[in-house]
């Protein structure tokens, strides 16, 4: 140790660019994986886009930049530090992706000709912000999105096909409660309409902040707006709780709000099955991208916490790259945010920090048996670790034990004797074959 | 189409950011899962580091800092763009990784009180270098780390094991022919100490760049520091094809050249059934980093493309971090520079545009029925799209075939039918059971 130099930089996290340990990423793969495979279950394609897009396509759709990472170069310090014009690229300035909506409508409008309408995809990627790090709040963070794209119009099937796959995921993830809260903008805006209210958007925007302004703030937002019976109707809108005909019930008619009844009418039945599934008619999920059902996941026992995922139909993915309509209908699931939150709770299940299921030990003398038992055992689909070296048994166990790896497999240390494998959780150890055991306990 | 606005950025690729098509996507994500399980199997465990590292972590080794990508923000040209420093954070400067060993060493110093050693851990993901992109260079890629460390000794049974492994991924992935040369750098030292050379590591240096200069090229720059008897066998050693036995056969002699044989010797012989792992006397992998065995894949027909995969044993892995040494062995697969080459060689066996194995049909007024066959297939494991309306039948099939999925169900059009099933590829069809189908052809 003396002739080891000094360290030269002190290692330390950097806030908001979380990183797990072994035993908590092995649970993070699995439930990437999860999410994976109920995406994949219901034939929806994986995309992968760069990291990187050029700042105009960034910012085209008006999002301000004060949230981008742009891309620069670290060898100029006094001059074009911050761009990377200077290195022979004709794409000007790049950044950091900070969602995955962009790139997608960028991807779906490059690749136009070269797609199969109506284009499913998912993306799993991670995404950057530039923003000051908070509770649930990262500034690079897992999306998982998963979008049905068409030309001119989205059939009604995928409205509710997504809260459905998204519902698989959830449930699958062993969360604690949460619900998927399902509303439509038509039924809002037309409600409004129905109500005789001139200014609809304004009072959408009003009604979209109750969770942070509570029913009193929004009465009084509305007040100099609308009279007071509006005002009433609206906030019995907003705090209903119940289905398409508890709307109805409320006597206020529109053709807007008829389409919207029935479009919701048609998801929330064919959800109905999941409990999970809610209406929501306090929801709009922003102002200006959705156009009809809209969605928001949350956990039960922490509202304040902010959506889980979230989603809903929109006019037009790719306006902005392509002269042709794309209208679509998407749900982004916040990975991270889930993550974190379940893993600061106490409640992620971890366990092993390696995914090996079985240490052959090294016998002394005897590496060829132990080499070709890890073989068969791999051959046969376990992860399998081969000790290392030929130390003491007690010290190789002690190892498997440290990493939780839940068996143990000693090959026959002499000639002519069998195998025997030992379960650290039982502690129980039995004369085996390796072309033969399985698990048992699984 | 009329009324659409008129696009305001063009959408184009960024040059050395690779993107695929979902066709192209699927093969890319098979091997990927392919290389993870393969390193799952020996027991490696899955690590995942930010994208972002402090400069200062990023260069601490002396890297030069010319390829790396900075993080700046795009909202305020006139002053600090290319810096985060005015975000309210305590890390000063932020740049992309450049390559996972880097952050590997960080992670490990940063989280060793946590780590149960050796340590092994694999990493996939991407790095990014600000480099012009060509022929297999990217700006964007993916690579596929694997390295066991430990305290102060790695034992010699891993300097076999990680090129099984990358045997095993390779071999996975239906390539073109490779080899995975190996060799020692104590190999080479020992030899040119043998030689009576005062200055092994000036030779070594110049063998290292045989691939380049060629043989004569390499003679002329030793022609000026070693007699010709020297220069003559430090040629024949480099151009040596064989093993162990044929450097002894040299008649040259020393205690580090000893040492060294024995060790390739160890890994060879462990090896032997592999007959893409050969012995190969030129290679040296650089020169500071490496002190023991090194490794270097390459494919057969393509010598000039560069090396698909590389590493050796190293020192010490993180002694800008930590005041610890943490020797190590250790492969990276250049998974984009692979992939990259044996798609456009069109070598790449891409297949449909879609995970799904079946598209349920839509029949007229029949969505329940076609909802639970789409359900029970899926329960059983299979990747199911249900089709998105009531179209014609005939639509659905052409939406089947071009997305390239394998099967299309007929769940019964009228009650008391049977369920029918197509096989796309071979026109077949048959009544079936949504409980007990299987493809049949795999």
Known sequence: ????????????????????????????????DGIRAAFERYGFCSIRTPAAERLEVLLAKGETSGEVYTLGRAQDPDKGQGTDKG?????????????????????????????????????????????????????????????????????????????????????????????????NRKVLQGFYEGLGIAEPLDVLRAVDKIDKLGVDGVASLLADRLDQAQVKSVLELAQLRGGVEDVRALGVRSPLLDEGLQELDFVLRELSDLPEVVADFSIARGLDYYTGTVYE??????PEYGSICSGGRYEDLAGSFIRRRLPGV??????????????????????????????????????????????ALRDRGFNVELYHQEDKVAKQLRYASRKGIPFVWFPPFEDDRPHEVKDLATGEQTATDPTTWSRGRD
């Open 1 to 32: 140790m003396s002739d080891q130099p000094q360290p030269v930089v002190r290692p330390a996290p950097i806030s908001g660019f979380p990183e797990w340990l072994p035993h908590v990423r092995l649970v993070e793969l699995r439930w990437l």
């Open 87 to 183: 290195q022979g690229s004709d794409e000007g300035q790049l950044g950091l992706h900070f969602d995955l909506t962009v790139p997608f409508a960028r991807y779906a409008a490059q690749h136009f000709n070269e797609l199969v309408f109506p284009f499913k995809r998912y993306q799993i990627q991670n995404v950057w912000r530039g923003e000051r790090p908070q509770d649930g709040r990262f500034r690079e963070f897992t999306q998982c999105d998963i979008d049905v794209i068409n030309l001119d119009e989205v059939p009604i099937h995928f409205d509710a096909e997504l809260p459905r796959i998204v519902h698989e995921v959830l449930t699958s993830l062993d969360l604690p409660p949460w619900t998927i809260n399902v509303n």
């Open 297 to 302: 996941g949350k956990f039960v026992d922490w």
């Open 330 to 375: 998407g749900m982004s699931i916040g990975f991270s945010r889930i993550f974190a939150k379940v893993l600061s709770a106490g409640l992620l299940d971890t366990g092993p920090s390696t995914p090996a299921d079985i240490l052959v030990v090294l016998p002394k003398d005897r590496r060829p048996t132990a080499t070709s038992t890890a073989r």
